[in-house]
């Protein structure tokens, strides 16, 4: 089992950048998968990326592509995301997720953190 808790969210200006961590407990961190979702009021929650356990593999939504950079420091058991050109669509409170193994999905994820909100202002 992991747990996650994420932290680095705020509120920044259309067009900065904030970057996200998330720190997961125990010695296993290194045979999950890490993905990066995100919940908008009234929307569903979507997700945003996705990194393979060993770092070396990684997938992007299409909305983020080129914007957002997800990487991890297994040593230090930590997930990463940076976010650069944001946009007042990008609002939303972003959860950091492990699944096991090393398929890079979009779904399967067993354990989530509690959320951080990001907020874009226009």
């Known amino acids: 089992q992991v747990q996650l808790v994420e932290s680095g969210g705020g509120l920044v200006q259309a067009g900065g950048s904030l970057r996200l961590s998330c720190a997961a407990s125990?010695?296993?961190?290194?045979?999950?998968?890490m993905g990066w979702f995100r919940q908008a009021p009234g929307k569903e929650r979507e997700f945003v990326a996705a990194?393979?356990?060993?770092?070396?593999?990684?997938r992007y939504a299409d909305s983020v592509k080129g914007r957002f950079t997800i990487s991890r420091d297994n040593a230090k058991n930590t997930l990463l995301m940076q976010l650069n050109s944001l946009k007042p669509e990008d609002t939303a409170v972003y959860y950091c997720?492990?699944?096991?193994?090393?398929?890079?999905?979009?779904?399967?994820?067993?354990?989530w953190g509690q959320g951080i909100q990001v907020t874009v202002s226009s």
């Open positions: 125990g010695r296993t961190f290194s045979t999950y998968t």
């Open positions: 990194i393979s356990n060993s770092g070396r593999r990684t």
């Open positions: 997720a492990a699944r096991p193994g090393d398929l890079v999905l979009t779904f399967g994820y067993d354990y």
